[in-house]
């Protein structure tokens, strides 16, 4: 993958750990939406989210807004296909939805570039997850964070994005999109501290992204490597 790729770092998966995840799993999913989920281990809350995804039947959505009783779809402002289409949008990865949740876009307007994506490996399996995360640059001078929520979402509505060509390498984004509103199954407050990634977004030129965008409308992600 390209340098400005970040790969996830290792999830921990000792049975200790695995095991508290999974208790603390179905007692929030048995508690439902109307409570933040009271996460008390000392253990990253982005593991937490990982192990979720990965271990049921769900889906994630990184908002502000800690009081959505319901996600109704809407019809986004984006150029790609699968992203264009009128629904309720999550993604099938505990970080991504973070980044989302944690930028403050009433109080420092911004335009986002970011992705979540895997790579099919030789043997067939999916690779770790990679992201790239960009704001605008003027916003990121303001250091435009805040308090948000992850929303997990029943996975039964979603369809996942299908599979990218990039040459001989088959791209597994971590888009999914829902036809239907979708009731939350429980949500999990975040703060800055909590997204593992806060550093590494990168600042963008409007302006320059915009027209690289427009020339080569494949050619994510539109800005310097380096």
């Known amino acids: 993958m390209p340098p400005y790729w970040l790969r996830r770092p290792d999830l921990r998966s000792d049975a200790e750990t695995v095991a508290a995840f999974d208790l603390l799993l179905g007692e929030s999913l048995a508690g439902g939406p109307g409570r933040p989920i009271d996460y008390r281990l000392g253990i990253p809350k982005w593991q937490f989210l990982c192990h979720a995804v990965e271990r049921a039947n769900l889906v994630l959505h990184g908002s502000g807004d800690s009081g959505i009783g319901l996600?109704?779809?809407?019809?986004?402002?984006?150029?790609?296909?699968?992203?264009?289409r009128c629904a309720v949008f999550a993604a099938v990865d505990g970080i991504w939805p973070m980044y989302y949740a944690i930028l403050d876009r009433d109080r420092h307007p911004m335009m986002l570039c970011n992705s979540c994506v895997r790579v099919r490996q030789e043997n067939g399996e999916p690779s770790a997850p990679y992201y790239f995360f960009s704001i605008s640059d003027a916003a990121l001078r303001q250091r435009p964070w805040r308090t948000g929520s992850v929303?997990?979402?029943?996975?039964?509505?979603?369809?996942v994005q299908?599979?990218?060509?990039?040459?001989?390498?088959?791209?597994?984004p971590a888009q999914a999109a829902s036809a239907v509103p979708v009731r939350p199954a429980a949500q999990l407050t975040v703060g800055p501290g909590d997204f593992p990634f806060l550093e590494q977004i990168r600042g963008h030129d409007d302006q320059l992204l915009q027209a690289r965008m427009a020339a080569d409308p494949a050619g994510f992600p539109w800005v310097d490597a380096a």
């Open 162 to 172: 299908p599979p990218l060509a990039a040459g001989d390498v088959q791209i597994l």
């Open 71 to 84: 996600f109704e779809p809407r019809q986004p402002d984006d150029p790609l296909e699968f992203s264009s």
């Open 151 to 159: 929303y997990l979402l029943p996975g039964d509505s979603f369809e």
